[in-house]
């Protein structure tokens, strides 16, 4: 038997497989990409509207009525739209924000696209930018990459390089937790 992830994530595959599939049918794989990650930040943004996505305790008409309005004001219509829609209609509006994840892994692998995320201590200069988004795409195989930088001083120094599911830790952070576990075991 599956565990409960194992399950979200086949439910959220198969969804955004759908979606992909209707998407390339007609020609809005761009359209509905840019509207479900539209969708996606306002999950984010909005405790209420986040207990709408995932609480239980709404029923799918009153899901489906709350979301017209915010799906109108967010500009998500179409095809996306009607996807999020017909999502709540199947009672499976828990699901949308892994969904959307989904169907953002497809749309990238179709584009050729690979997302990587870079964690520095401070910003980076200009031609460090360029360097680093040089040496990213090289891992990358030479794909586009969409690389997103975020600054956190708490790394000390270095950087913490994520591409998928592969994680490059250099962060100065790391290497002296490393040094300090080393000499706990020597002393």
């Keep these: 038997m599956a565990s409960g992830g194992d399950d979200l994530s086949g439910v959220a595959g198969r969804y955004a497989s759908a979606l992909y599939d209707l998407a390339v049918e007609k020609g809005s794989t761009e359209e ?5 990650r539209g969708f996606a930040a306002l999950i984010e943004e909005s405790k209420d509207l986040e207990r709408l996505v995932k609480s239980p305790v709404f029923s799918a008409e009153e899901q489906i009525k709350a979301l017209g309005p915010i799906l109108d004001a967010a500009g998500v219509t179409g095809v996306a739209a009607n996807f999020v829609k017909l999502v709540a209609t199947k009672r499976r509006l828990f699901a949308l924000p892994a969904i ?3 169907y953002g ?23 460090h930018d360029r360097a ?10 030479g794909k586009s990459i969409d690389l997103a930088v975020k600054v956190d001083p708490a790394i000390i120094g270095g ?13 100065l952070k790391t290497k002296l937790n490393s040094i ?3 000499m706990k075991e020597v002393g």
């Excluded at 950087?159 to 962060?171: E, F, H, Y």
């Design 159 to 171: 950087l913490v390089v994520k591409i998928g599911s592969r994680m490059l830790d250099a962060s």
């Design 132 to 141: 680093l988004r040089e040496a990213v795409a090289g891992v990358a195989g």
């Design 100 to 102: 959307i994840a989904a």
């Design 32 to 36: 509905v990409a840019t509207a479900l």
């Design 180 to 182: 300090r576990t080393r």
């Design 105 to 127: 892994k497809l749309h990238d692998a179709a584009k050729g696209i690979v997302r990587a995320d870079v964690t520095v201590a401070a910003p980076l200069a200009p031609h």
